[in-house]
Structure formats: structure tokens, C-alpha cells
T-cell receptor, first 110, second 117 residues
Framework: SQKIEQNSEALNIQEGKTATLTCNYT??????LQWYRQDPGRGPVFLLL?????KEKRKERLKVTFDTTLKQSLFHITASQPADSATYLC?????????FGAGTQVVVTP | GAVVSQHPSRVICKSGTSVKIECRSL??????MFWYRQFPKQSLMLMAT?????????EQGVEKDKFLINHASLTLSTLTVTSAHPEDSSFYIC?????????????FGPGTRLTVL
């Protein structure tokens, strides 16, 4: 397995701004990388998947980039809303299994 | 999207008792189900992978005799925590992966909060 690092400090952001989260990994580049949203006391909800040969993926106000040279993925929430407040997890494929980061909490204030 | 349910959502038990948690895929057939454990402020840790009709594969450090997994059908997997102790208190989450789907997406259940007194 490899080490997956996400910012442990909460990201506080004003409504309407763009939130940018980082996911760094240490070893081999996975075939794909996923981002999930997790609300307190709930299971993760799938948001986006990006493959190793893709540089960028978008879904509505969400954007994910994947740089295998830097071993990093960035997750952007544009035009953030208070409803976007949650913990966001990145997960790497590891031989068909997912390995999760600890997540970054995002707090969007009106 | 595909729905995965878990039952119960919350359970409190005495030390030494066994607890069974069910994971169901409601609208698709799940060839593979995964069981995770999550402690507060920590990441989801994979405990085991189960394929329908075969024995579960446990991750290193997970006691297979303590965490019994049964995947009897394509829509149901169960996790039984045997002789539970306070250190087993955690948030247990299952996920399921279907027969089709090119994006290897896993669908997660809502989780089960286990508290062992």
C-alpha cells in the first residue's frame, strides 16, 4: 500500500469562492483515482473518477486534475455553496481495491 | 444511482456479545462487496473483500475469526463481529461493486455505528 496525504486542517471558505483540495500519494501511480464526499455519520458518496491518462475531469461545479509526474490530484469546487460543506476523500485504486486518504473537511460560510 | 443499504444503522452491545451487520445492494447485483472500518477523523480502512459464493479475503492485521463475513447472494453480505470488545467500537461501512460498469465505481452503504460497552 502507499501513503495518501490530504490536508488535515479544515478548509474554511466563503460562499461563491473556489475551494481547492489536494491529494498526494507516494508510490506507484494508480490506474484511476476517485473523489468522494462524506457527511458526518454517513458513508462516502462517489463524486468523480479520473484515469491515469486523463489530465482533467469535470462534473457540474466540480473539477479534478491528475498529475502522475507530481503524484498529485487536485479537487476544485467552484462557486461554492454552504451545502458543499462536508469532508472530501480521495481514493486510489490498488489492484481493484480502494485505498482512502483521511479526507479534508470543507466549511463554506454564507 | 445504485443504492446500498446497511442494517442496523446503530447498535450498542455489551462486551463479549456478537453483532451482525447486513449490507444489501437494493437495485443491482453485487459481485464484490467490501467492508471498511473508520475511526473518528481517520480514513476508511479496508477490512475484507468478499465475492459471492466464496470466502472473504481479509486485509493484513484483520482477524478473520473475529470478523466473520458471509456473501451468500449477489445482493447480501453480512459482517459478524464476534465477542465484541470496546476497542471494536467504530463506524463500519460496506460497499458494493456491480456486474457491469466500466468505471469500477463502488457504491457505499450509510454505515453502522457500533458501540461496545
Amino acid at each position: 500500500s502507499q501513503k495518501i496525504e490530504q490536508n488535515s486542517e479544515a478548509l474554511n471558505i466563503q460562499e461563491g469562492k473556489t475551494a481547492t483540495l489536494t491529494c498526494n500519494y507516494t508510490n506507484y501511480s494508480p490506474a484511476y483515482l476517485q473523489w468522494y464526499r462524506q457527511d458526518p455519520g454517513r458513508g462516502p458518496v462517489f463524486l468523480l473518477l479520473i484515469r491515469e491518462n486523463e489530465k482533467e475531469k469535470r462534473k457540474e461545479r466540480l473539477k479534478v486534475t491528475f498529475d502522475t509526474t507530481l503524484k498529485q490530484s487536485l479537487f476544485h469546487i467552484t462557486a461554492s455553496q454552504p451545502a458543499d460543506s462536508a469532508t472530501y476523500l480521495c481514493a486510489l485504486d490498488s489492484w481493484g481495491k480502494l485505498q482512502f486518504g483521511a479526507g479534508t473537511q470543507v466549511v463554506v460560510t454564507p | 444511482g445504485a443504492v446500498v443499504s446497511q442494517h442496523p444503522s446503530r447498535v450498542i452491545c455489551k462486551s463479549g456479545t456478537s453483532v451482525k451487520i447486513e449490507c444489501r445492494s437494493l437495485d443491482f447485483q453485487a459481485t464484490t462487496m467490501f467492508w471498511y472500518r473508520q475511526f473518528p477523523k481517520q480514513s476508511l480502512m479496508l477490512m475484507a473483500t468478499s465475492n459471492e459464493g466464496s470466502k472473504a479475503t481479509y486485509e493484513q492485521g484483520v482477524e478473520k475469526d473475529k470478523f466473520l463475513i458471509n456473501h451468500a447472494s449477489l445482493t447480501l453480505s453480512t459482517l459478524t463481529v464476534t465477542s465484541a470488545h470496546p476497542e471494536d467500537s467504530s463506524f463500519y461501512i460496506c460497499s458494493a461493486r456491480g456486474l457491469a460498469g466500466g468505471n469500477n465505481e463502488q457504491f457505499f452503504g450509510p454505515g453502522t455505528r457500533l458501540t461496545v460497552l
